[in-house]
């Protein structure tokens, strides 16, 4: 059965870097893409961005363009999304999530990582 | 802001029907398939319906899903206390080349 095991919460200071990282298992990753999205407590869903299926093009949401890096280690079938100059603001739970595919749409996610950025 | 509007909250009493409206654009939902998901308290979403009015294996027919326009709705009939939880639409939008997601409803049984 198709499974993304993300990594455990983090605790980080204002201007610091995260990366959290999404393992997949049950299918075969580089036939599908995956994406990022965060959701601050409280808040609805926000979508950071995506990394294509076969070669690793990636598309970010303007709101991240520039802080956000999305890669993925094909031979460890993981993803990653890395967030860098955290603010208090960007404390949230980062999900990453398949992309069911052609017609974007997000079928399976993972448990989700508290990012907690304080000082 | 969110591209996609849905309303902050619909209610009804066990084994009624509710609907969500999901509102957009020509730029996302006139020109785009939309999905929706299910966000129990404490929990990760869940897909429950996918190409406007498809449903992933597993998901029971008392959800359902349409289009028509630049907007999309989803049902529920029978309701039950389980289906307490958050819904939102989501799908791309051309002119942000960026998926979007709606505001969120919560779904309340009484």
């Known amino acids: 059965q198709v499974q993304l095991v993300q990594s455990g919460a983090e605790v980080k200071k204002p201007g610091a870097s995260v990366k959290v990282s999404c393992k997949a298992s049950g299918y075969t990753f580089t036939n599908y893409a995956m994406h990022w999205v965060r959701q601050a407590p409280g808040q609805r869903l926000e979508w950071m961005g995506w990394?294509?299926?076969?070669?690793?093009?990636?598309r970010y949401s303007r709101k991240f363009q520039g802080r956000v890096t999305i890669t993925r280690d094909t031979s460890a079938t993981t993803a990653y999304m890395e967030l860098s100059r955290l603010k208090s603001e960007d404390t949230a739970v980062y999900y990453c999530?398949?992309?069911?595919?052609?017609?974007?749409?997000?079928?399976?996610w993972g448990q989700g990582t508290l990012v907690t950025v304080s000082s | 802001q969110s591209v996609l509007t849905q309303p902050p909250s619909v209610s009804a009493a066990p084994g009624q029907k509710v609907t969500i409206s999901c509102s957009g654009s020509?730029?996302?939902?006139?020109?785009?398939?939309v999905s929706w998901y299910q966000q129990l308290p404490g929990t990760d979403p869940k897909l429950l319906i996918y190409d406007s009015n498809e449903r992933p294996s597993g998901i029971p027919d008392r959800f359902s899903g349409s289009k028509s326009g630049t907007s999309a709705t989803l049902g529920i009939t029978g309701l039950q206390t389980g289906d307490e939880a958050d819904y939102y639409c989501?799908?791309?939008?051309?002119?942000?080349?960026?998926?979007?997601f709606g505001t969120g409803t919560k779904v309340t049984v009484l």
């Open positions: 990394i294509n299926r076969g070669n690793p093009y990636t």
């Open positions: 999530a398949r992309d069911g595919g052609p017609h974007w749409f997000l079928d399976f």
């Open positions: 020509s730029s996302n939902i006139g020109n785009n398939y």
């Open positions: 989501g799908t791309w939008d051309n002119s942000l080349s960026a998926y979007v």
